[in-house]
């Protein structure tokens, strides 16, 4: 059975940082762009970042670019969201997915896990 796991979410401050980490089960990374998508209370689903794991592309919505950095560990099978200097407006649901094309069209991922809460306070 095919599983992605996220973690690493919570409470930060306004300013703060953390590290979301992307772990799969089930199959392979190889192959995979794994992209990051955040879900904030009453709106929709946005795509956050992606990297093409085979060539170690990677893309950033504007809003976190210069904030946010994508990044994976092939031996763990595993993908992490470095998020610094974190806005109220980050606050949000963030999932991982996987998808055979390089994309931020959410349509086009085949795996989604269950989502990681963070929190930003002021």
């Known amino acids: 059975e095919v599983q992605l796991v996220e973690s690493g979410g919570g409470l930060v401050q306004a300013g703060g940082s953390l590290r979301l980490s992307c772990s799969a089960s089930?199959?392979?990374?190889?192959?995979?762009?794994i992209g990051w998508f955040r879900q904030a209370p009453g709106k929709e689903r946005e795509g956050v970042s992606l990297?093409?794991?085979?060539?170690?592309?990677?893309d950033y919505v504007d809003s976190v670019k210069g904030r946010f950095t994508i990044s994976s560990d092939n031996a763990k099978n595993t993908v992490y969201l470095q998020m610094n200097s974190l806005k109220l407006e980050d606050t949000a649901v963030y999932y991982c997915?996987?998808?055979?094309?390089?994309?931020?069209?959410?349509?086009?991922?085949?795996?989604w896990g269950k989502g990681t809460l963070v929190t930003v306070s002021s």
């Open positions: 089930g199959f392979s990374f190889d192959d995979w762009t």
């Open positions: 997915a996987a998808a055979g094309v390089e994309t931020m069209y959410e349509d086009e991922y085949d795996y």
């Open positions: 990297i093409n794991y085979s060539d170690g592309t990677t």
